[in-house]
């Protein structure tokens, strides 16, 4: 269904009322992003800005359940009346490890503590914009029903580990989402659109050797080295990939090298891969022969291996009918503008990316290192390298996201150069212009049931729902200590 091409009066006030109260709360909400910047806290183990996300919600008269889906730093907030639809509002909040780095500056600067030691974290994918953000679409539209009484409900989804972790596919798997009818969300970037592509599905695998230790030189002959087994496994993986399908990418990290001393034959050591492709199915495929090449691996070198599933994530499924309706919203309210000295920042900014590329890795530059334009919308305009976690919601659930500016034109995701702008008011601008659009979204949605219906409809036709089959097996748990487990 095509939104209508000249809004009414009643939707222009339905946006105005809206942006109005993002507005309105603005101080709040760029400071509690800044804060959970701040805590830059890794996969599960985002207590502190899991608290402080629930925490706002409920003062705005929200009803929060915690660790939902048995993930403790996962939660859903509520707020609804009546019969109308339920609009979910995903959000996330966790950082990435070795990527700790000042704001504000225009080098590579780690964030250190009082002894002079790396803080470690950073906020390298804006994830405390994007929770942050979808936080304040959720208060915005809550306001809006209780003062229209248009009946509908808004649940906000607070998701753990969405890097590394796939929280939620762990949410869909355990019914989480049951009883939504439609999901938004968003990621900060670089540009301004509505995102109509699929994206690669994934599995984590750890890879855990074990051999015997001997001393090196005295008696190596009765010792089998579990390092030896990584890279030889490592060896084998890198000869696979000549004969996989060009769509495939397979990368690993040796997170236990088995100790420090060369005169140590190493008993244990670890690797972890991350397998992608386009559908779970070629993941599938792809994962076999490595683990065949694991167990060569152990063969060659008398160890034995312990292959565990850690994690997985689905290919996203697109909703023409959400995203239509996504980018009239988005014209209605138009895009950020930022003042000159913005501009300025991240042109210092898009200088280091430049020096870096060695004239190969960014596009053309723009006139703008901030754009001020939104860009065209193109229905499945194709897909991206990477992975998300949101696709597992996409199967279940009709789900249309979009992107704002809040970086400096190609900055790269896990940079420092992403951490470093993380708090500029240009960081604050494209996430309440993101709030806007897609509490203006859910607000149209609402106004307009047969709408969800039609978006329903489509992801049927596409695959989904009755489809889906949930690419995490049910005995994998979330590597979380038991005792915290809802």
């Given amino acids: 269904m095509m939104a209508n091409a000249h809004p009414s009066q009643e939707e222009n006030s339905r946006v105005q009322q809206i942006a109005a109260s993002i507005d309105r709360l603005s101080p709040q909400l760029t400071a509690l992003s800044d804060h959970i910047w701040e805590l830059a806290e890794t996969k599960f183990e985002e207590f502190g800005s899991a608290r402080l996300l629930a925490g706002m919600l409920e003062e705005a008269g929200f009803d929060v359940s915690h660790g939902i889906g048995g993930l403790p730093t996962a939660f859903m907030a509520s707020f609804g009346q009546g019969d109308g639809p339920v609009i979910a509002l995903l959000g996330e909040y966790d950082a990435l490890p070795g990527l700790s780095q000042r704001d504000g500056v225009v080098q590579r600067e780690p964030l250190q503590d009082d002894s002079g030691n790396d803080n470690g974290n950073g906020h390298g994918c804006g994830h405390h914009l994007l929770g942050t953000g979808s936080l304040a679409a959720a208060i915005a539209l809550k306001e809006y029903l209780a003062e229209t009484g248009l009946p509908g409900t808004i649940r906000y989804y607070g998701c753990p580990a969405e890097e590394g972790g796939s929280g939620k596919t762990f949410l869909v798997r355990e019914g989480a989402f049951d009883g939504v009818d439609a999901a938004l969300t968003w990621h900060p970037g670089y540009g301004n659109a509505v995102v109509s592509m699929t994206s690669a599905a994934n599995y984590q695998v750890r890879y855990r050797f074990e051999g015997r230790s001997s001393h090196a030189a005295a008696s190596p002959h009765t010792g089998r080295s579990a390092l030896?087994?990584?890279?030889?496994?490592?060896?084998?993986?890198?000869?696979?990939?000549?004969?996989?399908?060009?769509?495939?990418r397979f990368h690993y990290a040796v997170t236990n090298t088995g100790g420090f001393s060369p005169n140590v034959v190493q008993a244990t050591a670890?690797?972890?891969?991350?397998?992608?492709?386009?559908?779970?199915?070629?993941?599938?495929?792809?994962?076999?022969?490595?683990?065949?090449i694991a167990q060569g691996a152990a063969l060659m070198t008398g160890t034995q291996v312990q292959i565990r599933f850690e994690k997985a994530c689905s290919n996203l499924i697109p909703n023409i009918t959400l995203e239509q309706i996504m980018q009239h919203c988005f014209e209605q309210l138009g895009v950020p503008t930022f003042t000159e000295r913005e501009q300025r920042y991240a042109a210092a900014i898009s200088a280091t990316l430049v020096e870096q590329s060695e004239g190969g890795n960014v596009n053309t530059p723009s006139p703008l290192p901030l754009p001020e334009t939104l860009d065209a919308y193109e229905p499945e305009a194709g897909s991206m390298l990477g992975s998300t976690?949101?696709?597992?919601?996409?199967?279940?659930?009709?789900?249309?996201?979009?992107?704002?500016?809040?970086?400096?034109?190609?900055?790269?995701?896990?940079?420092?150069?992403?951490?470093?702008?993380?708090?500029?008011?240009?960081?604050?601008?494209?996430?309440?212009?993101?709030?806007?659009?897609?509490a203006a979204t859910a607000a149209a949605l609402m106004a307009e049931p047969s709408a969800v219906l039609e978006a329903t409809q489509e992801l049927r036709r596409r695959g989904g729902i009755e489809g889906y089959a949930c690419p995490i097996p049910g005995d994998v748990l979330p590597p979380v200590h038991p005792s915290l487990r809802a």
């Avoid at 696979?240 to 399908?245: K, M, S």
């Avoid at 670890?270 to 065949?292: G, H, K, S, T």
């Avoid at 940079?415 to 960081?427: D, H, L, Y």
């Fill in 228 to 248: 030896d087994a990584v890279e030889l496994m490592n060896v084998g993986a890198n000869y696979l990939r000549e004969h996989v399908p060009p769509s495939v």
């Fill in 270 to 292: 670890e690797v972890v891969y991350l397998i992608r492709a386009p559908e779970v199915r070629d993941v599938e495929a792809v994962y076999a022969r490595i683990n065949d």
């Fill in 389 to 438: 976690d949101v696709a597992d919601v996409s199967w279940i659930i009709p789900t249309a996201q979009l992107e704002t500016v809040c970086f400096a034109r190609d900055t790269p995701f896990h940079s420092w150069q992403m951490v470093a702008q993380g708090r500029s008011s240009a960081a604050h601008k494209g996430m309440l212009h993101a709030a806007k659009v897609m």
